[in-house]
Structures are given as structure tokens and as C-alpha cells.
């Protein structure tokens, strides 16, 4: 079985500050981790993955995020939050057992102020 | 763009009524995923096609079918549709099973309203 939980449904930052996005998951075999972003009235777009190779995860946008198996957490930072930035984001995971399917968190909505 | 398309991209109807969601995958990918948002439940894996045979099932009620065509667009089939039933309806394809990442990409969705 699998599992994510995001933590705090809601984030507000400042413009130019740091943004941190809290995931934290469960899985019974190694796991495949992701993190996705939905604008308003689109679909999901892939920031990032992290697939067993480094812990330390780049992706589009300057976000990026730090896989931690002692703690089971895949947090997404972004060191300057920019307007652009605002929308809700989903940490997913998955697993070649479970045929890949993504099982999401409840999503982040981050709402940045000028 | 990710690739994948879905059709219609809004559709409304009533009450008991049955609907069809269409979705084509990126070219060459064998996998179709279909996943329900709705506010309250949030976002749920339904079912899974590899190369048209079912893969794997989620939380899909039996009011709903799907099935993957030789050419590998898929159909989402919502029968006796209920006010619940309302939600954005997601399909995403990926790679073929052998590249392992699990990476998904996500078409633009069906946002169901049902009055």
C-alpha cells in the first residue's frame, strides 16, 4: 500500500522568499516520487521526479526537492517564490508493484503576496 | 503541452444520464491512467490500461467502465450519473513499462457538471 500526506493545505509566502512544500509518504517497496503543479482551470504538469538515483531532485521552474528515506519526506523548495509561482501542488507517489498508478497527496494551494 | 489529449474538455448533463470521456495518449506510450479530481475527495487513481487490457483498478464504481482501442485512445464510460458524480476527469499516459520511472503525463481533462 501507499500513502502521501501534504502538510498545510494552504501556504502563503511573500514575493522573493523562500517557499517549502511539505510531503511525507508511504510506500511498502521502493518508491517513485513526484511532484506536480495545476494552475487554474489546467491540468497536471510535471516539476519533478525522483526515481532512485539522486536523493537531491532539479526541476522545471527553479524548484527542487530532497528525497530523506529516514523520514520518508520528499520536501519541494523554491529559494524565491515569484508570482508566477502561485497555483496548488500535488506530491504523488508510485510504484512498479502497483503498476505505476500515482497515489496524491490532498494538494498545497500557495498563494504569493507582493 | 503534454501530448495527451482528451475530448470533450467541459460537458454537462443531467441526472441518470450516461456520458463518454475520449483520451488520446502521447505517441508511443502504451499506458492510459485515468484519475477523478473533485473537491472532496480530491485526486483519485480509477483504472489503468496497458496496451488495451486493464492493468489495475482504483476507487472506479461500477457505474463506470472504461476500455482502451487497438489504436490505444481510451473511453471513459459515466452511466446513471449522479450529482457526486461531478469532477474534473483526468487521463494520463506514460512510457512504455520498461523505463521503470513511473512518470506520467497529464492531458488538459473533462470537467463534468452534473445538474
Known amino acids: 500500500a501507499q500513502s502521501v500526506t501534504q502538510l498545510g493545505s494552504h501556504v502563503s509566502v511573500s514575493e522573493g522568499a523562500l517557499v517549502l512544500l511539505r510531503c511525507n509518504y508511504s510506500?511498502?517497496?521502493?518508491?517513485?516520487l513526484f511532484w506536480y503543479v495545476q494552475y487554474p482551470n489546467q491540468g497536471l504538469q510535471l516539476l519533478l521526479k525522483?526515481?532512485?538515483?539522486?536523493?537531491l531532485v532539479k526541476g522545471i521552474n527553479g524548484f527542487e526537492a530532497e528525497f530523506k528515506k529516514s523520514e520518508t519526506s520528499f520536501h519541494l523548495t523554491k529559494p524565491s517564490a515569484h508570482m508566477s509561482d502561485a497555483a496548488e501542488y500535488f506530491c504523488?507517489?508510485?510504484?512498479?508493484?502497483?503498476?505505476?498508478?500515482?497515489?496524491f497527496g490532498g494538494g498545497t494551494r500557495v498563494l504569493v503576496k507582493p | 503541452d503534454s501530448g495527451v489529449t482528451q475530448t470533450p474538455k467541459h460537458l454537462i448533463t443531467a441526472t441518470g444520464q450516461r456520458v463518454t470521456l475520449r483520451c488520446s495518449p502521447r505517441?508511443?506510450?502504451?499506458?492510459v491512467y485515468w484519475y477523478q479530481q473533485s473537491l472532496d475527495q480530491g485526486l483519485q487513481f480509477l483504472i489503468q490500461?496497458?496496451?488495451?487490457?486493464?492493468?489495475a483498478k482504483g476507487n472506479i464504481l461500477e457505474r463506470f467502465s472504461a476500455q482502451q482501442f487497438p489504436d490505444l485512445h481510451s473511453e471513459l464510460n459515466l452511466s446513471s450519473l449522479e450529482l457526486g458524480d461531478s469532477a474534473l476527469y483526468f487521463c494520463?499516459?506514460?512510457?512504455?513499462?520498461?523505463?521503470?520511472?513511473?512518470?506520467?503525463?497529464f492531458g488538459p481533462g473533462t470537467r463534468l457538471t452534473v445538474l
Open positions: 490500461y496497458y496496451n488495451g487490457e486493464e492493468r
Open positions: 494520463a499516459s506514460s512510457v512504455p513499462g520498461t523505463s521503470g520511472s513511473g512518470e506520467q503525463f
Open positions: 505517441s508511443g506510450d502504451l499506458s
Open positions: 504523488a507517489v508510485s510504484n512498479k508493484a502497483a503498476g505505476n498508478k500515482l497515489t
Open positions: 510506500s511498502s517497496v521502493p518508491p517513485y
Open positions: 525522483y526515481t532512485s538515483a539522486a536523493t
